[in-house]
């Protein structure tokens, strides 16, 4: 199929998991794909799994500075967007008394505020029409402990995807957004934990989840390509639950 043909895509945070299974996916339904990454090494990584023709594009997802700089290149390379995935994002689980200011800021920056400005920046790009969709998390909805910081961040994603829609579908862009529940992701190994504590995490999260597993970063790539397609033009502000059933229990 080609859903995305010709389409100009951007996808924030491609290096890894749901991003780059993304980029995979944009690519076989047709559309030109730029990704951002922090990390360099996996940044010529994804674009060398990925191909030459795909734009590689160095940005901190939490610095404002850089979200303007970052629409300055896709100015530069596509002149425009139909497209964007906000995916880039950190996930720091700790309990409340073990967070500092700064760690609370360093997930608000990446998590919240990075996206909101990066919108903002990519706002003379965007097509008419366009997609904006948003990666947010089922940890805004489940009360999990440990997780209040990065909850409220996605929550706050999840409002956004609400509120930017009312204000920007009158130039024909439309937001929308993405829940994933527990994803196979290098997200978990990030955490600083040790192999036998991420095992038994594991279990734990698998004992949550009615269908009894993990999500596949794939699973998550093709509801973004439907929000990013035509296939639903009629579909504006909603937030699509991709958990396996977690949040229903």
């Known amino acids: 199929m080609n859903r995305l043909d010709h389409l100009r895509t951007l996808i924030t945070g491609g290096t890894t ?7 995979r996916q944009f690519l076989a339904e047709g559309a030109r794909v730029a990704i951002t990454g922090h990390d360099p090494i996996r940044l010529a990584q994804a674009q060398a799994e990925l191909g030459s023709n795909v734009l ?6 939490g610095n404002v500075a850089a979200q303007q700089q970052l629409a300055d290149t896709l100015k530069s390379e596509f002149g425009g967007l139909d497209a964007v995935f906000i995916n880039a994002g950190v996930a720091d689980f700790r309990p409340v008394e073990a967070f500092d200011e700064a760690a609370f800021d360093r997930t608000m920056a990446i998590n919240l505020k990075g996206p909101f400005f ?6 003379p790009l965007l097509a008419n029409p366009s997609s904006i969709v948003l990666n947010t998390s089922i940890n805004a909805r489940i009360g999990m402990p440990n997780s209040s910081v990065y909850a409220a961040s996605k929550a706050g994603l999840i409002s956004m995807a609400r509120t930017l829609s009312g204000e920007l579908i009158g130039r024909g862009i439309r937001v929308n957004a993405v829940s994933p529940g527990p994803v196979s992701t290098p997200l978990y190994g990030k955490m600083g934990l040790a192999t036998e504590q991420l095992q038994d995490l594991a279990q734990h999260i698998t ?32 937030e699509l639950v991709v958990d396996g059933g977690t949040s229903n229990i």
Do not use: H
């Not at 990066?118 to 706002?123: F, N, R």
């Not at 794939?218 to 439907?226: C, D, G, H, R, S």
């Not at 929000?227 to 502000?237: H, M, N, Q, Y």
């Open 56 to 61: 590689a594009i160095a940005c901190d997802a």
């Open 207 to 238: 004992s949550q989840v009615p269908l009894a597993r993990f999500g596949n970063p794939v699973e998550i790539a093709q509801a973004v390509v439907f929000f990013a397609s035509g296939e639903s033009s009629f579909i504006v502000g909603s």
């Open 17 to 23: 998991g749901i991003g780059l299974e993304t980029a």
């Open 118 to 123: 990066l919108v903002q920046k990519l706002l």
